[in-house]
């Protein structure tokens, strides 16, 4: 999930920049082939240099990486609200991998280490980062998103501070999904989910998939799911069975979607749901969850949506107390993730519907592009054993 905003910074040795002089590896043996967006809309797999990683930093062998609807929102609008590619940047920022050098000072991570990469970078210095709140960085170097490189390459250097070792029975793959979980969790730190009481889920794509089961972690019931494609929500149902599943009827009026699944709740406003995790950002689909959502309940969007929404219906919202809450990427929440994975408390493996290897990452954006193809979560892999001990010049 790409960051909502990052104000104008300094140049940085990461910043899309490929020069000849660069501090680059020699390697007669390695290629870097990386997956780059254009500023002109195009996606194209262009060889990178291989950086040498710096004080502080770690060189890594990315074995997996995760492709994300914003990865593909660059390609295809060239931005995100305010964020945009303004010339070649390498996509990707749900990764994992296994470190190959370490740069000076580091002591927290070793060669050979299997790790996943957090990768937001905050200053660490201003207001928000003194002050917990690191996701709020407005000098956040986010890999992926220009003029910071991402992930979808085969070696890429990055902060020792940001990585995250992971236990031997965590794997690459999953490693990679603890990104997009980690903007779950967040999510779920700001609301009130309990052992059988009601949650409502919008939106059956990854990040919505990724709620629903952890929903269920925590004993939230009953749940429903929404989507318009029909094959997602059969695809939430067989992921977690015991949810209930709404299609929405774009001919009707948002409040009528909502009286149909208030209804799968039960007849009284107390059965409504408490708690709704809206998962699109799309205009519609928050109007209609605050429609369901209980007297005094929480509507936390998690999904990220377009600048400017005048259609939330703002007395019903008042007058019923409801806590309209929303987030930004994420802080603290990589460990609490790594041991959902670890302590088999969630088991997301399902997710990952299609994986492609590096040299075929611009397939992977493209079925990315296309719900209807039927993907949830697709990985671009690299399986290719690399030594530890690459030669710098």
């Known amino acids: 999930m790409a960051p909502a905003s990052i104000e104008a910074v300094e140049t940085l040795p990461d ?3 490929f020069t000849a002089e660069k501090n680059v590896f020699s390697s007669t043996r390695h290629s870097n082939p990386s997956l780059q967006v254009t500023a002109s809309h195009t996606i194209e797999l262009v060889e990178a240099p291989i950086d040498k990683p710096g004080p502080g930093d770690v060189l890594i ?10 990865d593909v929102h660059f390609w295809k609008k060239g931005a995100i609200g305010k964020l945009k590619v303004e010339g070649n940047c390498i996509l990707g920022h749900e990764a994992a991998g296994l470190v190959l ?5 580091v002591t927290t991570v070793q060669k050979g280490d299997r790790v996943a990469i957090e990768p937001q970078v905050p200053c660490g210095r201003c207001f ?5 709140r690191t996701n709020l960085c407005p000098q956040v170097r986010f890999i992926g998103v220009y003029p910071f490189h991402g992930s979808l390459q085969r070696f890429k250097v990055h902060p020792a501070g940001y990585v995250h070792k992971l236990p031997e029975n965590v794997s690459y793959a999953q490693g990679a999904l603890l990104e997009p979980l980690s903007v779950v969790l967040h999510g779920l730190s700001r ?10 889920i919008c939106g059956a794509g990854p990040i919505g998939l990724i709620a629903l089961a952890a929903a269920r972690a925590s004993g939230a019931h009953p749940l429903v799911i929404t989507d318009l494609e029909p094959k ?23 409040e009528s979607n909502a009286a149909a699944i208030r209804a799968m709740f039960g007849p009284t406003e107390y059965e409504a749901p408490a708690t709704v995790l809206e998962c699109t950002g799309v205009e519609s689909s928050v109007v209609t969850a605050a429609h369901v959502v209980r007297t ?17 219906p703002f007395m019903r919202i008042s007058l019923s107390e409801i806590n309209l809450k929303f987030i930004n990427r994420y802080t603290d929440t990589w460990p609490a993730a790594i041991s959902a994975f670890s302590g088999e408390i969630l088991n997301l493996d399902k997710l990952i519907t299609h994986t492609f290897p590096l040299e075929n990452a611009m397939d992977a954006l493209k079925l990315c592009s296309d719900v209807t193809q039927g993907s949830i979560k697709i990985q671009v892999v690299d ?11």
């Open 101 to 105: 050098q370490v740069g000076q000072g």
């Open 191 to 200: 609301v009130k989910l309990s052992i059988g009481r009601g949650a409502m």
């Open 232 to 254: 997602r929500l059969a695809f939430a149902k067989e992921f977690v069975p015991s949810c209930q599943v709404y299609q929405v009827d774009t001919t009707l009026h948002e």
């Open 61 to 70: 062998h990315i074995k997996a990486t995760g492709i994300c609807g914003s």
């Open 296 to 312: 005094g309940g929480d509507l936390m969007v998690i999904g990220v949506g377009k600048d400017i929404m005048n259609n939330l």
């Open 15 to 17: 910043a899309c920049q």
């Open 128 to 132: 928000s980062c003194t002050s917990g």
């Open 383 to 393: 399986e290719r054993d690399i030594d530890c001990d690459l030669n710098c010049r």
